[in-house]
T-cell receptor, first 114, second 111 residues
Framework: DSGVTQTPKHLITATGQRVTLRCSPR?????VYWYQQSLDQGLQFLIQ???????AKGNILERFSAQQFPDLHSELNLSSLELGDSALYFC?????????????FGQGTRLTVV | SQQGEEDPQALSIQEGENATMNCSYK?????LQWYRQNSGRGLVHLIL?????REKHSGRLRVTLDTSKKSSSLLITASRAADTASYFC???????????FGKGTLLTVNP
């Protein structure tokens, strides 16, 4: 158990809908990262937050947004969902942001868009 | 584009044999990390090697790093069926911390 909790584990929704994925980082970790894993694209970095502030942005679509709250949990909002958004979404956390730090991954949320 | 491209894409061996996976990257790194993922589950950190290190060991794992060739290798010795998983290398570079993953090597260890 990495200590990173993601909910829900599975989500099935229709095209055009909006969903929210939630992540609770390990106790004390200030950095949260979101990744999308699909068969064709592999593991894609979406976005990073550190202590409530956005720190780095990757291949995140405009339809997607995220935030990190004062209690350090994070939410990833996906809107106007398309079939191609079906993927595993992972959250990871680390104590700090910077060099030589490993990331601890949650078990992921499997999103299926039908 | 993906940084950290693993080779081979798939590897099938017998229990007790050694498994070697390679990773290449394109730009400079602060460190390179290896992760394991069991089917459909979260990634587990295995080992981190810094850019000024050449070799690192952790149990049955041995990682090497050649910054001149921009490549790394992961060796799993005396493999077990439980080692069956996908293995990813991840590049950590730049001032904004983000790990950039390759597409992974699927290792199958047959009992």
């Amino acid at each position: 158990d990495s200590g990173v909790t993601q909910t829900p584990k599975h989500l099935i929704t229709a095209t055009g809908q909006r969903v929210t994925l939630r992540c609770s980082p390990r106790s004390g970790d200030l950095s949260v990262y979101w990744y999308q894993q699909s068969l064709d694209q592999g593991l894609q970095f979406l976005i990073q937050y550190y202590n409530g502030e956005e720190r780095a942005k990757g291949n995140i679509l405009e339809r997607f947004s995220a935030q990190q709250f004062p209690d350090l949990h994070s939410e990833l909002n996906l809107s106007s969902l398309e079939l191609g958004d079906s993927a595993l979404y992972f959250c990871a956390s680390s104590p700090i942001t910077g060099l030589n730090t490993e990331a601890f991954f949650g078990q992921g949320t499997r999103l299926t868009v039908v | 584009s993906q940084q950290g491209e693993e080779d081979p894409q798939a590897l099938s061996i017998q229990e007790g044999e050694n498994a070697t996976m390679n990773c290449s990257y394109k730009t400079s790194i602060n460190n390179l990390q290896w992760y394991r993922q069991n089917s459909g589950r979260g990634l587990v950190h295995l080992i981190l090697i810094r850019s000024n290190e050449r070799e690192k060991h952790s149990g049955r794992l041995r990682v090497t790093l050649d910054t001149s060739k921009k490549s790394s290798s992961l060796l799993i010795t005396a493999s077990r069926a439980a080692d069956t998983a996908s293995y990813f290398c991840a590049k950590d570079g730049g001032s904004n911390y983000k790990l950039t993953f390759g597409k992974g090597t699927l290792l199958t260890v047959n009992p």
